[in-house]
């Protein structure tokens, strides 16, 4: 099995977790910029937290044959305090022609906020500026229907963006079609403690088709599991699904969407 892992936070794994990906069949990890568990207090953690992802974080991987890819944001939930943000994005500009990163991500909303979306708004111009592609991140539970309307109106309401160049990741049952119906891509995240088993996720493939659609982890500092797309696979395959299915959407829905970057390339093959 061959699968590529959209959306990991390496960072706060260990490399086991890296050869694990490695001899399971990952081809490529991308990893976007997150919340570290704690609030960043100022633009210069920021700068080295950047510097983490393009410079030192490539080399952990490709000790393990893995093209590691990044994406650059501040994140929602350090989005409220709006001079840090304007600080934080006015740095991003100077690392996008670092060769692993893809674009901007993973910007959005976690309480909804008018700060948050404030943020989110700047880092959508910021994207259409630079021509980069776009991850956005839902809230969680109760606040993800709403939040994930207000994330789809913004985006809609620039005419530069392109949708086909957007993933709105986390979706669930509920919003799902939010994504879709509006011409967005759609990550289906496979967390133990929120968002989507693999069987609700095998579930929405099977209603709503495989196109414009992934899996990833999202695996992090929390309960969460480097392998659960893989994993995921063997629930497509239990319920009858093909293998060219289960190739379409571990391996070439991503290179589909990913593959509009220039940077982003696998080993030959």
Avoid at 104 to 110: F, M
Avoid at 191 to 208: F, G, H, L, T, W
Wanted: proline fraction near 5%; charged fraction near 25%.
């Amino acid at each position: 099995m061959r699968f590529i892992e959209p959306h990991a936070h390496m960072v706060s794994r260990t490399t086991d977790d890296y050869m694990a990906l490695a001899t399971a069949g990952c081809q490529a990890v991308c990893e976007p910029a997150f919340w570290a568990g704690y609030d960043r207090g100022s633009a210069e953690g920021f700068h080295d937290y950047f510097r983490q992802l393009t410079e030192h974080e490539p080399k952990r991987a490709a000790k393990f044959g893995l093209p590691h890819f990044c994406w650059l944001c501040i994140n929602s939930k350090e989005a409220e305090d709006l001079k840090l943000a304007a600080e934080v994005i006015d740095l991003i500009p100077g690392f996008l022609d670092r060769p692993n990163v893809l674009g901007i991500g993973e910007i959005g909303l976690n309480k909804n906020s008018r700060n948050e979306l404030k943020v989110f708004e700047r880092q959508v111009d910021l994207a259409a500026r630079f021509h980069q592609l776009i991850l956005v991140h839902t809230p969680h539970l109760e606040d993800k229907l709403k939040g994930t309307r207000l994330i789809v109106d913004a985006l809609k309401s620039d005419g530069r963006i392109q949708p086909g160049r957007v993933i709105i990741d986390h979706v669930e049952e509920h919003t799902i079609e939010l994504a879709l119906d509006a011409g967005f891509w759609a990550g289906m995240t496979l967390y133990p403690e929120s968002k989507c088993s693999a069987a609700r996720a095998v579930d929405m493939i099977e209603n709503y088709g495989r196109q414009r659609l992934w899996m990833n982890s999202a695996c992090d500092w929390g309960v969460s599991v480097p392998l659960a797309v893989p994993r995921a696979a063997l629930e497509m395959r239990r319920r009858g699904h093909t293998l060219a299915a289960v190739d379409q959407i571990l391996r070439r829905n991503p290179l589909k969407f990913l593959g509009q970057s220039p940077k982003f390339k696998l080993a030959a093959e």
